[in-house]
């Protein structure tokens, strides 16, 4: 496949209520309230440890469906990971918590018909893994991996991006809640760690950078792993319904929070390379970044979805190529 890199687009100015580290600061600080939690400022949402997250028992709003029901039930404990070789700042976690949070609640919001019958917001009814993915985040970084959105078997069931189950416990050593949301298709329940449903894109994603990378953590001192839309599209039928296929109204409404989300995740973790995982990924992640005031290059890889016949001649070897040609992995 053709690998596609070029300059990042234009330079500009964005005006924000508080700035990410801003809202971090205040995220740490946290205030107490009449409940005798510990509520953060400006979100109102408990605060706590990412290493030793607690289940939250805050919902976000329900048009795209937080359930009250867990699914982890006695998860067994992940596996200890390696020492870090770069140290993990506690600001750079909690500033993404707040990054994914607001993303989270604002594309709570939007409404999506006639098209979508199911919608699955990660974000929220999986926010204790995700946030504990999120907590393996370093800056600066060499890329930063840039997907389309949840997949049915992956971060849907996870909250980590191309989160195949195996992947995730194994390689990434996550594990947690998820609680089922309450709108679902009966051909794409929502059974957290405990689906048996093999996600065939996740298992080349992060197998890719399990064998390229001596440890978890060598891994995440070069690369980020972030989807651009973070929800998922069901139709009536149980079929996947990808951002692109939206009615345009809807699809525009949807990228107003994403631009403004990935905007704030490059500007904090400064990554040399934004990497889109397909054809849209990129596009999507060229325009959000015009206002970006962090300048990556883009580049480009094959997604590693089955119904991809250019992955399925062999994903892994050619992907590898590129990487090693953009100097994100060694041969």
């Known amino acids: 496949m053709g690998l596609g890199m070029g300059l990042g687009m234009g330079m500009g100015t964005r005006t924000r209520p508080n700035s990410v580290h801003e809202d971090a600061r205040a995220h740490r600080a946290g205030v107490v309230n009449g409940q005798g939690e510990i509520r953060t400022p400006d979100t109102g949402y408990p605060a706590y440890s990412i290493s030793n997250a607690a289940p939250s028992t805050a919902r976000t709003p329900v048009q795209v469906g937080v359930g009250a029901d867990s699914v ?55 926010r204790e893994p995700h946030e504990r993915y999120l907590a393996l985040a370093k800056a600066p970084i060499d ?28 390689f990434l050593a996550i594990d947690g809640r998820v609680r089922v949301p309450r709108d ?24 890719l950078f399990s064998r390229a990378f001596a440890s978890r953590d060598a891994c995440f001192d070069r ?16 079929a996947n319904i990808t951002p692109d296929k939206l009615p345009r109204a809807q699809r525009e409404a949807l990228e107003s929070p994403c631009n ?33 005031a962090h300048r990556p290059e883009f580049a480009q890889i094959l997604h590693p979805s089955p119904a991809s016949p250019a992955a399925n001649r062999g994903w892994e070897p050619q992907v590898r190529a590129d990487l090693v040609k953009l100097r994100v992995i060694a041969k």
């Open 72 to 126: 982890a039930g006695a998860m067994p404990a992940a596996k200890p990971a390696k020492a870090p070789t770069k140290t993990t700042d506690p600001s750079t976690t909690d500033a993404l918590v707040l990054i994914s949070r607001r993303l989270a609640r604002a594309t709570a919001r939007l409404t999506f018909t006639p098209l979508v019958a199911h919608v699955y917001a990660p974000l929220a009814y999986a």
């Open 143 to 170: 890329a930063l991996f840039v997907g389309m959105n949840p997949g049915p078997f992956g971060m849907a069931q996870t909250g980590v991006p191309f989160g195949e189950i195996a992947a995730v416990r194994g």
């Open 184 to 207: 679902t298709h009966p051909k794409r329940p929502v059974q957290g760690f405990a689906c048996t449903r093999a996600e065939v894109s996740g298992q080349r994603f992060w197998g």
């Open 223 to 238: 690369i980020f792993v972030w989807n651009y839309a973070p929800l998922a599209f069901v139709s009536a039928t149980g």
């Open 260 to 292: 403004e989300a990935l905007v704030a995740m490059t500007e904090l973790l400064r990554p040399r390379l934004v990497i889109g995982v397909g054809a849209f990924a990129r596009a999507a992640a060229e325009r959000a970044l015009k206002t970006c």
